[in-house]
């Protein structure tokens, strides 16, 4: 298996995270007024989206993002169904590379390295990160089998029991399933389940987790277990979720990324900021159009 280039630590915070060389030189560079100003996060990126376009066949789901997304935090992405949300999400680890007939313009860079580039192998990138969906999708597996499979598979040597372990605690679920580690994943409850497929894809040490909707098939308890788990883990992980719920991002997110489909239909960024002068104060008339539910 072919190392992505660029080495970095795993584990954050770090006091020397090194600024990302994109996101010093929007900091550096002369800066336009303030209000007309890209906005980036003064934390530094694991992510860096420049001009980034994506085409389904012939039709466009995203024009021109660019982004900075910053280490150890929460940056949600809303916007109207449709509006390239998701695609955005699985550019980030070349999740979209399975859907034949794609095509990938602009750059994204990961710890500064461009995650398109040749030599990069997107199985590295995937484990490194790792991405829960909508829908929990367990393997038909043991809970044990659920968490050691994966790690496995990546070549994991250590101590499997402690893993398995210390991802189910770190998915806040160890002491609700520990008595019982044979049971099948499919056995428990779909908020049990989201974080099983959580724990799954901490065990393969990633350092980024991509989250698509999590909580849209939970119910409101099992929703807010889900978010108080986001709120732990950010303080490890950088977390990215795409969330048709606003009440959601404003309560987990610190950043937010407000997308919306032009007249083509190709998502565009039309407002990024900290959430919550992005929910209070908007920059932009068509963020408060949608934020105070006028369409979408
Ligand atoms: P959102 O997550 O904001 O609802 P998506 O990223 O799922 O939006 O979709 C953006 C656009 O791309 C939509 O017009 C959608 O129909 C289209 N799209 C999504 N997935 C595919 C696919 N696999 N093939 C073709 N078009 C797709």
Redesign the pocket.
Known sequence: MTELRVRVPLRYPREDAPVTEPARQLHEAPQPEAWSRPFAPPEPSVFSLRNLSFW??H?Q??AEISLEIPVNKVTA?I????????????CLNRM?DL?P??RVQGEVTYHGANIYAPDIDPVEVRRRIGMVFQKPNPFPKSIYENIAFGARVNGYRGDMKALVEKSLRQAALWDEVSADLKKSGLALSGGQQQRLCIARALAVQPDVILM??PCSALDPIATLKIEDLIRELVREFTIII?T?NMQQAARVSHYTAF?L?DEQ?A?RLIEYGPTEQLFTNPREKRTEDYITGRFG
């Open positions: 389904y066949g039709k789901a995203l992405l916007g109207p169904s449709g509006c390239g949300k998701s695609t955005l999400l699985r979209n859907i007939g794609i698509d909707e795409v048709h997308l489909a239909g998502g």
